[in-house]
Each structure stands twice: as C-alpha cells, then as structure tokens.
C-alpha cells in the first residue's frame, strides 16, 4: 500500500500596521513501502552421455537457473540451494530492480538406480537474497518446463526417463549329465538384446521372478550363468 508524507508549514508575523492573515502550505509527498521479491526458474536437460535416447545410471543432469529481482528495492548476496544438487556460483552480490541473471548459477546431477526404477528425477531449488533493509526474502522454483505447471506458481522441474528396450529370448541349452553336473551350463542373458545391442550385465537389474524347479539348478543375476551342481538327479 502506498502512504503518503504529509508536512504543512505556517506563516506569521506582526505587520506594521494592520493585521497579519496566517498562511499555511502544505506538502504532500506519496511515497511508496520497499517490497523486496524475486522469481527463481529452474530447467533441466538430459545429457544422454552414451547417446542412446534412454536414461542409464550414471548419467547426467544439468540445471540452470535463472532468477528475477521483481520488487522495487536491489537485492544484494543471492544465492541458491537445492537438497538434490550442490548448486555451483554465487552468492550473486547485487541484483537490480527488474533485473534478471542467468549465468552465475548451475548444478549438475548424477542419476541413481532409484531415478531409473521411478522412470523420472523431479527436484526444487530455494533463493535467498537480502533487500536494503528488512529480513532476508526467499522463493522457490518455478519449473520452465510447460509440462510440469500445476497451476500453483511454484512448480517441481521433473524430467522423465524413459528405460532401454530389452528384448529377452528364451533359451534352450544343451543336455547336461546330472551326474557330473555343469557349473556354467549357459549364460541366460547372451541372446538377449539392449536397446538393440548385446546385453551388458552393468547395465540391467536382473531379478528371478520364478525360483528354478529343482534347487540343484540356479541362475546368477548378477552374472547370467546358469549352473547344475553334480548329483542332480
């Protein structure tokens, strides 16, 4: 709200003759209340570091921000913190009314196991700035991505991942003497195919769904070997 500064002055004095009318003037000076804030925007992009199109454990993430002095006093020691990121620049000494900054900041994220089993990375960033006078004045990120508006201003940034096609082949190894067993019978995962290439066991999750019939038979998922200990009947 806008309030105004109001000083009035009179004038008096004895004439030599006569009598002497007060005359008084006023000023009125509006004056507008300091109302620091500031809009933080934040955007990822996928560094597809094998080139795949498919997110892999180990990847990358980039975000950039940028943040806004939308107030009408300058905002001095900006700086941002992300609980997923090490947000890297800054503190950004001074930011001017209407101002925007896209350079200082940046942070970089290294995709888990967790990320590629959720199918998408979702994360928010807070600034922090100091206005002339006043307690420090905060806001958290917007995401630029159309996709993730919700209506509510202050928008998570999500990526989404999407996983490597494997295409698994049943396989049919040959006859084994259960007698003297085999311990590397076959390997399960060398017919198979990811994203269109041969499977690299560093590369899947293998789990077993359904446990072997007979317990004298087992598949490795960590390795794809399929073993057949001697005296299997």
Do not use: C, R
């Not at 928010?124 to 307690?135: D, F, L, W």
């Amino acid at each position: 709200a806008q309030a105004d500064l109001v000083n009035s002055a009179q004038v008096t004095g004895t004439p030599a003759k006569g009598t002497l009318t007060p005359a008084t003037d006023t000023l009125s000076l509006p004056v507008t209340p300091a109302t620091p804030s500031m809009e933080l925007l934040k955007s990822v992009t996928f560094n597809d570091e094998n080139g795949d199109g498919h997110g892999q454990v180990g990847e990358t993430l980039s975000y950039s921000f940028s943040v806004e002095n939308t107030g009408n006093v300058t905002l001095t020691n900006v700086s941002i913190s992300d609980p997923s990121v090490t947000v890297l620049g800054g503190p950004l000494a001074s930011l001017a009314i209407g101002a925007t900054d896209t350079a200082t900041f940046s942070a970089t994220y290294t995709l888990t196991p967790g990320d590629i089993a959720a199918g998408a990375h979702q994360n928010q960033a807070v600034a922090t700035a100091t206005p002339a006078s006043g307690g420090s004045v905060t806001d958290t990120s917007d995401s630029t991505n159309p996709a993730d508006e919700t209506g509510g201003g202050s928008d998570p940034t999500t990526i989404t991942l999407t996983d490597a096609p494997i295409v698994a082949v049943n396989d049919a190894p040959a006859a084994v003497n259960g007698a003297t067993g085999n311990p590397s019978l076959i390997n399960a995962f060398t017919n198979d195919t990811l994203n269109g290439s041969p499977v690299n066991v560093a590369d899947i999750n293998a789990t077993i769904i359904t446990p072997a019939s007979n317990p004298n038979v087992a598949l490795d998922p960590a390795t794809g070997t399929v073993s057949v200990l001697a005296g299997t009947p």
